[in-house]
Antibody, heavy 120, light 107 residues
Framework: QITLKESGPTLVKPTQTLTLTCTFSGFSLSTSGVGVGWIRQPPGKALEWLALIYWDDDKRYSPSLKNRLTITKDTSKNQVVLTLTNMDPVDTATYYC????????????WGQGTLVTVSS | DIQMTQSPSSVSASVGDRVTITCRASQGISSWLAWYQQKPGKAPKLLIYAASSLQSGVPSRFSGSGSGTDFTLTISSLQPEDFATYYCQQAKSFPRTFGQGTKVEIK
């Protein structure tokens, strides 16, 4: 049974750095073909793909946020960490991590999401 | 980036109705398309991948079709639990991109 759960701050101030951790179980991020991605959703808006990390440490980023995003993995802890620098109120959103099925072509298991609000 | 455009943005339908949602890609993506269902306050749920493959556990009233640039999600007989927002997502290239969503509402 695959499960994922996001953790991190619920409130950050403008210009601060957001660090979110995705802790998962039921699969290994050292298995060929496996990927974990991050997707966010501002309140009342559509889904936005942010980043993805593969089992071989290949990393992909949204071009619009690439300068601000970093994704890393800790295989021994079954965790993926996303950092987003220079937070702005427009970054207020629910942040999801998800297991990438089919070489991360689609996302077949999702965390419950964590709402991050950016406000001074 | 590949842009994904869904239509309609919302649809009002009754239980038992057949509902079709369309997703168009700005360039050809072969069959690299997934569909998700999202209910308020919940994470998205994968319904269809590879344009027409039904995810395990998803009712057979959901089906997907299309290739290239034009795709459809069909709900053959709408059930009360199907009222939700539906998103398409292309998986042909990075960055992965989603459509803007289609809200299926009760008529």
């Amino acid at each position: 049974q695959i499960t994922l759960k996001e953790s991190g701050p619920t409130l950050v101030k403008p210009t601060q750095t957001l660090t979110l951790t995705c802790t998962f179980s039921g699969f290994s991020l050292s298995t060929s073909g496996v990927g974990v991605g991050w997707i966010r959703q501002p309140p009342g808006k559509a889904l936005e793909w942010l980043a993805l990390i593969y089992w071989d440490d290949d990393k992909r980023y949204s071009p619009s946020l690439k300068n601000r995003l970093t994704i890393t993995k800790d295989t021994s802890k079954n965790q993926v960490v996303l950092t987003l620098t220079n937070m702005d109120p427009v970054d207020t959103a629910t942040y999801y991590c998800a297991h990438g099925g089919g070489y991360a072509a689609h996302f077949d298991y999702w965390g419950q999401g964590t709402l991050v609000t950016v406000s001074s | 980036d590949i842009q994904m455009t869904q239509s309609p943005s919302s649809v009002s339908a009754s239980v038992g109705d057949r509902v079709t949602i369309t997703c168009r890609a700005s360039q050809g993506i072969s069959s690299w398309l997934a569909w998700y269902q999202q209910k308020p306050g919940k994470a998205p749920k994968l319904l269809i991948y590879a344009a027409s493959s039904l995810q395990s556990g998803v009712p057979s009233r959901f089906s997907g079709s299309g290739s290239g640039t034009d795709f459809t999600l069909t709900i053959s007989s709408l059930q009360p639990e199907d009222f939700a927002t539906y998103y398409c997502q292309q998986a042909k290239s990075f960055p992965r991109t989603f459509g803007q969503g289609t809200k299926v509402e009760i008529k």
